[in-house]
């Protein structure tokens, strides 16, 4: 039994999911009375940008909360959208591009194991690439780790998702 228990803190989102909500939002703009014919569109570009381009920035905010539900109903977190500022585009248009994070940035992962060492729960927490791998004796031990990282989750404006848990 002396076999250590790990698991896997990463952040990622699963890219049909986010295919099918890009894809619904698109439908719904053709559909909804407010958005038709206004020559709006949004792309998904190699799963690292969404693209939005309208008329105007009332029907910006009208595609963004079309897009942020569509999200939430598949399950993938909001926080995966890195707005960059809104800008024109041709034809009196408006464009707006949103990141889509993926990965621990090195200092995020240096402040998750931190604030795992400062918890002083009995694991080893270590950087690996865009991951942080975490390991300890007991699995009860881990399940705290868990927890704790799940409370902090509004400081690292990330979404989190454990794996490889064995």
């Not at 969404?50 to 999200?71: E, G």
């Not at 194991?113 to 791998?133: F, L, M, P, T």
């Amino acid at each position: 039994m002396a076999k250590d228990s790990s698991f896997d803190v990463v952040s990622e989102f699963d890219k049909q999911e986010l295919l099918n909500a890009v894809d619904q939002t698109m439908r719904d703009i053709n559909s909804r009375f407010d958005l038709k014919n206004t020559n709006s569109t949004i792309e998904l570009d190699a799963d690292k940008t969404i693209t939005i381009t309208t008329a105007d920035d009332m029907k910006l905010r009208n595609i963004l909360d079309i897009l942020q539900s569509k999200l939430v109903k598949r399950n993938l977190d909001i926080k995966i959208l890195d707005p960059q500022p809104a800008e024109n585009a041709l034809g009196g248009n408006i464009r707006q591009v949103f990141n889509l994070k993926k990965g621990l940035s090195q200092e995020i992962a240096k402040k998750i194991v931190a604030d795992i060492k400062n918890s002083k729960i009995k694991v080893q927490a270590s950087i690996q690439g865009e991951q942080v791998r975490v390991s300890g004796k007991s699995r009860d031990d881990l399940q705290e780790v868990i927890k704790l990282l799940k409370g902090n989750i509004d400081a690292y404006n990330l979404p989190l998702q454990f794996t490889n848990y064995r």
